[in-house]
């Protein structure tokens, strides 16, 4: 394990005092978890979902996102990309260590000094959202490496964003889906977690499901490329 994870990790063990001193005046909004699979009344320590298989790992990962984004980002930051007084949760390990940690913060939340700094999150959001919120944390790609491709991610947007308003594309999809499948191949976690959800593999995937997709491809790399 590199330094700088280990000193990520220790970050999130200590809880520093600044951290995140805002959240606790913001209501928790409920996630639909109906699309994914059960997992019992006890409380797990380890994510089920990541080897409940491909389909449902990847409907983890877009419910977590809506769940993210609604409860979280607001400290955490979009795409899970620190501002630097909340904890960077991309460090927290893909295993059991680091789901039992994430989900004892997820259930119980994080009082300091009488101040609540982040609301529990156990009843009003349930188990499933924890796991899936968890599931979309540690896919989060290592935004240095996605970075090296930054000038080819954006010459692909361009282009599929020209063939959308055209209606139709002037060189070969198929070419264009398969370079990025390439780079996000390309692109780790911090978290140590197989799948890397970058932009990449999101407007691949966009096309190889329905390769005349260019605009959502686009619009797709047009927000991921924004994110820094």
Not at 158 to 187: C, F, P, Y
Request: charged share 25%.
């Amino acid at each position: 394990m590199t330094t700088t994870k280990l000193a990520a990790i220790a970050a999130l063990l200590m809880l520093p005092a600044g951290w995140a001193a805002a959240h606790g005046d913001v209501a928790p909004q409920p996630v639909n978890t109906d699309a994914l699979p059960d997992v019992g009344e006890e409380w797990l320590i380890e994510n089920p979902y990541r080897a409940a298989g491909a389909e449902t790992y990847a409907k983890a990962i877009e419910i977590g996102s809506s769940g993210y984004n609604q409860n979280c980002a607001r400290c955490h930051g979009l795409e899970v990309i620190s501002g630097g007084l909340a904890p960077d949760l991309r460090y927290l390990e893909a295993e059991e260590y680091g789901d039992e940690w994430y989900m004892e913060r997820f259930r119980l939340g994080y009082t300091q000094n009488g101040t609540t700094k982040m609301p529990a999150f156990e009843e009003v959001l349930g188990q499933k959202a924890g796991w899936a919120i968890r599931t979309y944390i540690e896919t989060r790609p290592d935004q240095d490496m996605l970075d090296e491709f930054g000038d080819e991610l954006h010459k692909i947007r361009d282009d599929l964003k020209a063939w959308g308003e055209a209606g139709e594309a002037a060189g070969e999809v198929s070419a264009v889906q398969t370079r990025l499948a390439e780079i996000a191949a390309k692109v780790d976690t911090l978290s140590g977690a197989d799948l890397a959800d970058s932009v990449a593999h999101r407007a691949s995937e966009q096309l190889k499901a329905d390769p005349t997709a260019f605009s959502k491809a686009a619009e797709t790399l047009t927000i991921g490329l924004s994110v820094n």
